[in-house]
């Protein structure tokens, strides 16, 4: 064993009737054997057998090896002896001294005449080939040291230890540093970097560098789905399909199967059956529609989706936060940045988004921009019940001139029209664009009138357009004269399967600052002077 300290009492026969020749001198010594710590399978490695001494005049020693992990390919005598004088070895051609088969090297080694050697140097050099891998054990054993006077030298021993490193899997890259060393992986992937590689992890896509598998069953404990109520839904973090889960998603009650990400919600249990943090919610989709609206009369009018606006919902009950502010158009900007949302979404690839929410009475508002330009569009969502499907639209319309207003709309039934129509015209030249669209299913007749307020004239009284499953514009070009600044009204005769209906709607008026500055007027003070409610100048 490495630092086994071993006095050596017997001499081999043949060196020792060649060392009767010589004269010698008697000195306490060290041999030791120099071997690296690490070898790979296939590869040599040197081991250097070395002494520490003085007045010696031959050598004779064993090095015994397991053959199962070790091939012995050369033996070359070293220059501790020969640097004193010639030398004779035993076996003559020292390539015999190496038995591979008893896993053994067998060597001696002596100074002819009367000269020693003295100091430190290596008495030989081995070259080992690792075959397989494993712990190999030199083990230096039976050494006779004989000074000139041929007396036998007490001399301390140290074996060695060289850890053979292998390719067990054969992907060319060594164990010692293969992250999966039993599995073929050359491209060493380790999606979730804990040394392990995705091959044999029992976690890929989890941090698990202790790969602990309390239940055996070859899914580590740190992604192992725990599904206590057997519904497909686990336990976060180890909750998805990666962790043998059914589905993915957290299960916010592993004790009730009825109860999983996206159940139908029961109305009136005061529980949240979906896991989504609300309880006998409805549910609110929203379609975002920007409405581009040309020149004229009876312009043209496309409509595209408006994709990745954000949408929030809040609650305007009595007491809530809109409803102190104020509930309306000039307060939809107020609302989105001092109240806190219920719930909130982006719309998708075609202007939608759906949310589950609670029970209750809501403003929807969306944030819509467009270059340096935030508009709010809003829509009430009115008294939302359990279960119920609500169906909500944003709109906003681009003009001709290239200015964004936000819009609402107004739903019949019979089969379907939409009329949109701005929530407000923002003035800040004298004549402005007041655009209105149709966008129906079936065939409908809708006439509007025109009321202006005193000091505005419009360019017609009315206008009307036939609309059949298709998206039709009217527009009025309205001038500024004098103006009494309220909303304009607006009146809509609307004809569908011979019948008519008459439907009044108010546009509210906006004023740029510019304008607002250049006539003069300062809204707040319109606004307590005259009771301008609708009045909202614009920065």
């Not at 005598?77 to 051609?93: C, H, M, R, V, Y």
């Not at 075959?131 to 004989?146: E, F, K, R």
């Not at 896509?205 to 239940?215: A, H």
């Not at 005769?493 to 004023?511: L, P, Q, R, S, Y």
Request: charged letters at 20%; aromatic letters at 8%.
């Amino acid at each position: 064993m490495k630092g086994k300290q071993k006095i050596m009492v017997g001499m081999s026969i043949s060196i020792a009737i060649f060392l009767l020749m010589l004269n010698m001198s008697t000195s306490s010594q060290q041999m030791n054997i120099e071997s690296p710590s690490t070898a790979f399978v296939n590869y040599t490695f040197t081991v250097n057998i070395t002494a520490s001494a003085c007045s010696i005049a031959g050598i004779e020693f064993r090095l015994s090896f397991n053959n199962t992990l070790l091939n012995a390919v050369k033996v070359e005598e070293g220059q501790f002896l020969k640097d004193a004088g010639s030398t004779l070895t035993i076996p003559s051609n020292i390539t015999q001294s190496i038995n591979n088969t008893a896993g053994e090297i067998r060597l001696g080694s002596a100074l002819i005449g009367s000269a020693t050697a003295c100091g430190n140097g290596t008495i030989a050099s081995i070259t080992f080939k690792a075959v397989s891998p494993g712990n190999a054990t030199l083990d230096l054993h039976d050494v006779i040291v004989v000074d000139n006077n041929f007396d036998i030298v007490n001399i301390t021993l140290y074996d060695a230890i060289v850890v053979i490193e292998g390719d067990a899997d054969g992907d060319g890259i060594m164990d010692y540093v293969d992250n999966c060393p039993g599995i073929y992986n050359p491209d060493q992937n380790d999606t979730d970097s804990d040394g392990v590689g995705d091959s044999c992890d029992n976690c890929p896509f989890v941090y698990n560098p202790d790969q602990n598998d309390t239940s055996g069953n070859g899914i580590g404990d740190a992604c192992e789905c725990i599904d206590l109520d057997d519904d497909g839904y686990g336990l976060c973090p180890n909750c998805g399909i990666q962790n043998n889960c059914t589905h993915d998603g957290n299960d916010c009650d592993d004790n009730d199967s009825l109860t999983y990400p996206d159940a139908p919600e029961t109305c009136s249990n005061n529980k949240d059956d979906d896991c989504d943090g609300q309880t006998d919610e409805g549910y609110l989709t929203l379609e975002a529609d920007l409405h581009i609206v040309g020149s004229g009369n009876h312009p043209g009018s496309t409509k595209e989706p408006i994709t990745g606006m954000e949408v929030k919902v809040f609650n305007k009950s009595e007491g809530s936060c809109a409803h102190n502010i104020g509930v309306s158009w000039q307060h939809y900007e107020d609302i989105w940045n001092n109240c806190t949302e219920q719930r909130s979404c982006i719309t998708n690839s075609s202007g939608m988004c759906r949310m589950d929410v609670s029970n209750g009475d809501y403003i929807v508002i969306g944030k819509y921009v467009e270059n340096s330009i935030i508009i709010y569009p809003g829509v009430s969502a009115g008294a939302l019940a359990c279960n119920e499907e609500m169906y909500k639209y944003l709109q906003v319309i681009k003009k001709a001139n290239g200015e964004f207003v936000p819009a609402k709309y107004t739903k019949k039934n019979g089969s379907v029209l939409l009329i949109i129509e701005p929530e407000y015209i923002l003035w800040d030249n004298q004549t402005e664009l007041y655009p209105f669209v149709f966008e129906s299913l079936g065939d409908w007749n809708v006439t509007v009138m025109v009321s202006p307020p005193e000091g505005f004239v419009a360019d017609h009284d009315n206008l009307s357009e036939e609309v059949n499953t298709e998206v039709e514009a009217v527009q009025f070009y309205i001038t500024d004269i004098g103006s009494d600044w309220v909303p304009t009204e607006m009146t809509y005769e609307i004809t569908h399967n011979g019948k008519k209906e008459e439907m009044k709607t108010k546009i509210g008026v906006a004023m740029s600052k510019e304008l607002a500055e250049k006539k003069g007027l300062d809204e707040k003070e319109e606004r307590e002077k005259r009771g301008f409610k609708e009045l909202k100048v614009f920065e």
